[in-house]
């Protein structure tokens, strides 16, 4: 009778699967019911009409965000002129997660990311760290996402910091009450996000590019100048690992096994291009952004979180900043619903399996949204937004989306031969990184962090009644 109910919720809950978050959300409605079977019936397929460019577009749509316009910031004033390097060495960590992730998802073609493969794949309590490890990496995430885009609109106003927190909060209480309502970010809402997206980063580095030049070979040099108290190494990985979180929409591909032709050539295909234009375009905002301003214009604490608009107000074109807050603005709006959809699905789906107390388990009367699950979520969210420090919690969302892709790499490595699309080793160096980079974030982030995860297991040993996976 369990999966006969959790079949009926997950067909009046199909429409919303489509906009969850963007980056490899686990946990999304129906986990109780495709449990049973790893295929849906064929008239519920979807039509396969995505080629490599459809599904490039689509991985574009879902990375590019509060990575660039915020962290970016961040981890130059980690690094210096060196976040360059960082972030490609985060496109290449994450260039092996997302293979993993493609080879999982053709293997097991279900809804609940890295919370599904720990459970088939490793053990339940790895299924269950996932979801956690996602529930808070995501969570921070969009607190940033909330932070950003206060710091980002408060500029274009030219309105007192003072508001930044409160404008925060506001923003996800906002939005938290928009999912609520049932509505959804469709695809020509997240179509116009996209180019408004693209059109302020194009912006920025076209116009920004001659006051680069001129000031690039004082800005530039020395190309390894970490923060204080810290070496050239150390501050490198740190930022590198707060770059890769700029990276980890790829994960959106990985889901896209339905509706692709081709899906093994294309979505391997697709994950590496999207990547490689990712990491392209944000070497070339990192390089505009430090050479015409510097890191320390870059990263000023007081400017953190909109680095990108206050490097531009040194461009020669007037409207470059406010053209490039605009599009901040509406990029991490779009984050931000997408986390809230997509973290209150996880929620829903531990809500389920009893991973997490069956009060967000459940549907409201009509059966299209998990009140408890939202609300629960928007709370968090404010509550990690109250923080206030971009800097804090982007480095709790990088360390802990770091663990989650270590057991996406770790189920990986335990596909039988015949599943696998690429050769183990692959796996092997995406487990090494994401664990070498994790522990390069902050010492009391990684510490807490370490804790909080600990501490949810052991619970969950000591309270979930014995049943099988």
Same mark, same amino acid.
């Given at each position: 009778?369990?999966?006969?109910?959790?079949?009926?919720?997950?067909?009046?809950?199909?429409?919303?699967?489509?906009?969850?978050?963007?980056?490899?959300?686990?946990?999304?409605?129906?986990?109780?019911?495709?449990?049973?079977?790893?295929?849906?019936?064929? @008239?519920?397929?979807?039509?396969?009409?995505?080629?490599?460019?459809?599904?490039?577009?689509?991985?574009?749509?879902?990375?590019?965000?509060?990575?660039?316009?915020?962290?970016?910031?961040?981890?130059?004033?980690?690094?210096?002129?060196?976040?360059?390097?960082?972030?490609?060495?985060?496109?290449?960590?994450?260039?092996?997660?997302?293979?993993?992730?493609? @080879?999982?998802?053709?293997?097991?073609?279900?809804?609940?990311?890295?919370?599904?493969?720990?459970?088939?794949?490793?053990?339940?309590?790895?299924?269950?760290?996932?979801?956690?490890?996602?529930?808070?990496?995501?969570?921070?995430?969009?607190?940033?996402?909330?932070?950003?885009?206060?710091?980002?609109?408060?500029?274009?106003?030219?309105?007192?910091?003072?508001?930044?927190?409160?404008?925060?909060?506001?923003?996800?209480?906002?939005?938290?009450?928009?999912?609520?309502?049932?509505?959804?970010?469709?695809?020509?809402?997240?179509?116009?996000?996209?180019?408004?997206?693209?059109?302020?980063?194009?912006?920025?580095?076209?116009?920004?590019?001659?006051?680069?030049?001129?000031?690039?070979?004082?800005?530039?040099?020395?190309?390894?100048?970490?923060?204080?108290?810290?070496?050239?190494?150390?501050?490198?990985?740190?930022?590198?690992?707060?770059?890769?979180?700029?990276?980890?929409? #790829?994960?959106?591909?990985?889901?896209?096994?339905?509706?692709?032709?081709?899906?093994?050539?294309?979505?391997?295909?697709?994950?590496?291009?999207?990547?490689?234009?990712?990491?392209?375009?944000?070497?070339?905002?990192?390089?505009?952004?430090?050479?015409?301003?510097?890191?320390?214009?870059?990263?000023?604490?007081?400017?953190?979180?909109?680095?990108?608009?206050?490097?531009?107000?040194?461009?020669?074109?007037?409207?470059?900043?406010?053209?490039?807050?605009?599009?901040?603005?509406?990029?991490?709006?779009?984050?931000?619903?997408?986390?809230?959809?997509?973290?209150?699905?996880?929620?829903?789906?531990?809500?389920?399996?009893?991973?997490?107390?069956?009060?967000?388990?459940?549907?409201?009367?009509?059966?299209?949204?998990?009140?408890?699950?939202?609300?629960?979520?928007?709370?968090?969210?404010?509550?990690?937004?109250?923080?206030?420090?971009?800097?804090?919690?982007?480095?709790?969302?990088?360390?802990?989306?770091?663990? #989650?892709?270590?057991?996406?790499?770790?189920?990986?490595?335990?596909?039988?031969?015949?599943?696998?699309?690429?050769?183990?080793?692959?796996?092997?160096?995406?487990?090494?990184?994401?664990?070498?980079?994790?522990?390069?974030?902050?010492?009391?982030?990684?510490?807490?962090?370490?804790?909080?995860?600990?501490?949810?297991?052991?619970?969950?040993?000591?309270?979930?009644?014995?049943?099988?996976?």
């Amino acid at each position: 009778m369990a999966s006969v109910r959790a079949s009926s919720i997950n067909r009046s809950c199909s429409s919303n699967t489509a906009s969850l978050d963007s980056s490899d959300a686990p946990g999304t409605v129906g986990v109780a019911s495709r449990m049973a079977s790893e295929s849906p019936p064929e @008239q519920g397929r979807l039509r396969r009409e995505l080629g490599v460019f459809g599904a490039v577009m689509m991985g574009l749509g879902s990375i590019v965000g509060t990575g660039v316009f915020v962290s970016l910031g961040v981890a130059a004033g980690i690094a210096g002129p060196a976040v360059l390097l960082a972030i490609v060495i985060g496109a290449f960590v994450a260039s092996f997660n997302g293979l993993s992730s493609a @080879q999982l998802a053709a293997d097991h073609p279900v809804s609940g990311g890295t919370y599904e493969y720990g459970y088939r794949y490793l053990r339940p309590w790895l299924g269950f760290l996932a979801g956690v490890t996602f529930l808070l990496a995501k969570s921070a995430s969009a607190a940033t996402a909330a932070l950003g885009f206060a710091g980002y609109l408060l500029g274009l106003l030219g309105a007192s910091d003072r508001w930044h927190v409160p404008l925060a909060v506001a923003g996800v209480a906002a939005l938290t009450a928009v999912v609520l309502a049932g509505m959804r970010r469709s695809n020509a809402v997240n179509v116009a996000v996209v180019s408004v997206t693209m059109l302020g980063l194009a912006t920025f580095v076209v116009s920004g590019a001659p006051t680069a030049i001129a000031n690039g070979a004082a800005n530039l040099s020395p190309f390894f100048a970490p923060e204080p108290d810290a070496t050239a190494l150390s501050a490198l990985l740190n930022a590198s690992a707060l770059m890769f979180v700029a990276f980890t929409g #790829y994960g959106r591909i990985a889901t896209l096994g339905e509706e692709v032709r081709e899906p093994k050539r294309t979505i391997p295909t697709a994950i590496v291009v999207a990547l490689i234009v990712v990491a392209v375009l944000y070497v070339l905002v990192g390089v505009v952004g430090v050479g015409a301003v510097g890191t320390g214009g870059l990263a000023a604490v007081e400017e953190r979180v909109a680095p990108l608009a206050t490097a531009a107000r040194a461009f020669v074109f007037a409207l470059a900043s406010p053209v490039v807050a605009i599009a901040a603005v509406t990029a991490m709006l779009g984050v931000l619903l997408n986390l809230v959809l997509g973290l209150s699905r996880v929620l829903l789906a531990m809500g389920r399996r009893g991973d997490a107390p069956r009060v967000f388990g459940k549907l409201d009367p009509a059966g299209t949204t998990p009140t408890a699950a939202v609300v629960a979520v928007g709370v968090a969210i404010a509550v990690l937004a109250l923080v206030g420090d971009v800097r804090t919690t982007w480095s709790f969302s990088a360390f802990t989306v770091l663990v #989650y892709y270590a057991v996406t790499n770790l189920a990986a490595l335990a596909l039988p031969p015949k599943a696998r699309m690429f050769p183990r080793w692959l796996a092997g160096l995406g487990l090494a990184g994401c664990l070498g980079l994790a522990f390069f974030v902050e010492p009391g982030v990684w510490l807490v962090g370490t804790g909080i995860l600990a501490v949810a297991v052991l619970l969950r040993a000591a309270f979930k009644r014995p049943r099988s996976a």
